[in-house]
Nanobody, 123 residues
């Protein structure tokens, strides 16, 4: 059963914006934490941002602070990642993750993953 479905990836120019969405289908207890990770070719998967506890807590990687904003529509079980001031180094496959992580930044702590959506930023 599909748990997470992402959308919104694509191409942008440097300095541009994109918005990613991730819908979580609820078949059991809802995840306490949903977030975004990214992985560029030849690199490890890295955390981007997470939102937890009904949207009251957010966490960001230093590389995206001030440029990216994560938000959650609880009624729609949807998490958004608004990405502004995009840079070529933001180019990666972006993955939505959900679960009950002990460490928001550790991919292995998440229980569910989406299929990924590609973000490409050109200079």
């Amino acid at each position: 059963q599909v748990r997470l479905v992402e959308s919104g990836g694509g191409s942008a120019q440097s300095g541009g914006s994109l918005t990613l969405s991730c819908v979580e289908s609820i078949s059991a207890r809802p995840s306490i934490c949903m977030g975004w990770f990214r992985q560029a070719p030849g690199k490890e998967r890295e955390p981007v941002a997470t939102i937890a506890t009904g949207g009251r807590h957010t966490y960001y990687a230093d590389s995206v602070k001030g440029r990216f904003t994560i938000s959650k529509d609880t009624d729609k079980n949807t998490v958004y990642l608004q990405m502004n001031s995009l840079k070529p180094e933001d180019t990666a496959m972006y993955y939505c993750a959900a679960g009950w992580p002990r460490d928001w930044a550790r991919p292995n702590d998440y229980n569910y993953w989406g299929q990924g959506t590609q973000v490409t930023v050109s200079s």
